[in-house]
């Protein structure tokens, strides 16, 4: 989805913001996580829909074939995480691709220990598959893109003792970096929303 640029420039930033010895949970995830190699987790889980791309993944310790777009997960759409079990949780380019986004939103702050440290770490670019994005993701710039991200943060149902906090927007995109991407100087924009 994204050029070696914005991959580094994301490896950062997670080198940056995921502590060592916690427990991350990848949504989304196949064979790549772009987790920094000199980060030591105490266990990385991976949830996304292909078991070989997640079987290939070197990153995880553990994986579930699971799609979070189905319809039948009513009352829990990760079932097979406990509350409070887990200290950040990473969606690498792939937010475009969920259709019912405040349902997954309350299910990782059911998951998250609620702590000031844990987090919930959203990247995303302009690239996709126009055949599987929301419609509005589309229809919008980057800058709408950030409004989209930003509003499933604020939109999401909160309960007294748990609610987000401290919701930051990142632009990863590389400073240098040329907008046509027939540029030798062209890297793909990349941006974070953090809560």
């Given at each position: 989805?994204?050029?070696?640029?914005?991959?580094?420039?994301?490896?950062?930033?997670?080198?940056?913001?995921l502590k060592?010895?916690?427990?991350?949970?990848?949504?989304?995830?196949?064979?790549?996580?772009?987790?920094?190699?000199?980060?030591?987790?105490?266990?990385?889980?991976?949830?996304?829909?292909?078991?070989?791309?997640?079987?290939?993944?070197?990153?995880?310790?553990?994986?579930?074939?699971?799609?979070?777009?189905?319809?039948?997960?009513?009352?829990?759409?990760?079932?097979?995480?406990?509350?409070?079990?887990?200290?950040?949780?990473?969606?690498?380019?792939?937010?475009?691709?969920?259709?019912?986004?405040?349902?997954?939103?309350?299910?990782?702050?059911?998951?998250?220990?609620?702590?000031?440290?844990?987090?919930?770490?959203?990247?995303?670019s302009n690239?996709?598959?126009?055949?599987?994005?929301?419609?509005?993701?589309?229809?919008?710039?980057?800058?709408?893109?950030?409004?989209?991200?930003?509003?499933?943060?604020?939109?999401?149902?909160?309960?007294?003792?748990?609610?987000?906090?401290?919701?930051?927007?990142?632009?990863?995109?590389?400073?240098?970096?040329?907008?046509?991407?027939?540029?030798?100087?062209?890297?793909?924009?990349?941006?974070?929303?953090?809560?």
């Open positions: 989805h994204i050029d070696d640029i914005a991959i580094d420039n994301l490896a950062s930033f997670y080198r940056k913001h060592d010895g916690s427990i991350i949970v990848d949504l989304c995830s196949s064979w790549i996580s772009h987790l920094p190699q000199d980060k030591k987790f105490s266990k990385v889980i991976g949830i996304g829909m292909n078991e070989s791309e997640l079987a290939a993944n070197k990153n995880l310790n553990e994986h579930y074939v699971h799609d979070l777009n189905s319809l039948i997960h009513k009352d829990r759409l990760l079932p097979m995480l406990k509350d409070a079990s887990v200290d950040h949780v990473i969606c690498a380019v792939s937010i475009d691709y969920i259709i019912q986004p405040h349902h997954l939103f309350e299910e990782v702050l059911r998951i998250l220990r609620p702590s000031s440290g844990s987090t919930f770490i959203i990247s995303f690239r996709c598959f126009p055949t599987k994005v929301i419609r509005a993701w589309l229809q919008t710039d980057d800058v709408g893109r950030i409004g989209i991200v930003c509003s499933y943060f604020q939109e999401t149902k909160q309960s007294l003792d748990n609610k987000w906090k401290h919701i930051t927007v990142y632009d990863l995109s590389n400073e240098e970096r040329d907008n046509h991407p027939s540029s030798p100087n062209y890297s793909d924009p990349l941006f974070v929303v953090m809560g």
